[in-house]
């Protein structure tokens, strides 16, 4: 039940294309959904994060969406760039005191130019 | 500025042999995490703490050991009984009782010979 299961371990997109990772738990208890960008040999970056109370969240390029029903979130990357080349982590939460984070197993994102 | 130092960046041990990796952070966060990166297996929790003078174990604690002296360090020992130790670690901090603002470190690659 603490599992974040990220699907797919890697993705190749075109440049200008459109990147999409899926993630799926099954604790509903979960209720913080954030995605990290990780390059290599660096420390993850926070990208953008979704609460369950809304189905949609965009910032610039990215967009999560989410399936409260389907215990499913999704991140989106619109007009993917070399730049966006990296490993991308789902994670949730409960989001209370003396709780951490869970990951996904990581999603390697190659942009083709 | 403030952020999360790890040190160092990269360090060698002997197999049989105990080590420590540092791990500061000067963001007034009461709450920190280690947690371990190989390849394909995403990020793994080895222990967390939400404030000083106490610390909680998370998912592979076994073979590691972390103490909580100060609010501003968490560092963690790799000990002989650690089976497989070689890998990349990573500290991270947040505020107390919420995961928003989850800052990583840049990360210590541990390498076991």
């Known amino acids: 039940q603490q599992q974040v299961k990220q699907s797919p371990q890697s993705l190749i997109v075109q440049k200008g294309g459109i990147s999409i990772i899926n993630c799926a738990y099954e604790?509903?208890?979960?209720?913080?959904f954030p995605w990290y960008q990780q390059f290599p040999g660096k420390g993850p970056a926070l990208l953008i994060a979704?609460?369950?109370?809304?189905s949609e969240k965009k910032e610039g390029r990215f967009t999560i969406s989410f399936n409260k029903s389907a215990k499913q979130f999704s991140l989106h990357i619109m007009d993917s760039q070399p730049g966006d080349s990296a490993t991308y982590f789902c994670?949730?939460?409960?989001?209370?005191?003396?709780?951490?984070?869970?990951f996904g197993k990581g999603t390697t994102l190659s942009v083709s130019s | 500025d403030g952020g999360i130092t790890q040190s160092p960046k990269y360090l060698f041990r002997k197999e049989g042999q105990n080590v420590t990796l540092s791990c500061e952070q000067n963001l007034n966060h009461d709450a920190m995490y280690w947690y371990r990166q190989d390849p394909g297996q995403g990020l793994r929790l080895i222990y967390y703490s939400q404030i000083v003078n106490d610390f909680q174990k998370g998912d592979i604690a076994e073979g590691y050991s972390v103490s909580r002296e100060k609010k501003e360090s968490f560092p963690l020992t790799v000990t002989s009984a650690q089976k497989n130790p070689t890998a990349f670690y990573l500290c991270?901090?947040?505020?107390?009782?919420?995961?928003?603002?989850?800052?990583f470190g840049s990360g210590t690659r541990l390498t076991v010979v």
């Open positions: 604790n509903t208890a979960f209720d913080y």
């Open positions: 979704i609460r369950p109370d809304v």
């Open positions: 994670a949730a939460s409960n989001g209370q005191a003396g709780t951490a984070l869970i």
């Open positions: 991270a901090s947040s505020m107390t009782g919420s995961i928003y603002g989850y800052t």
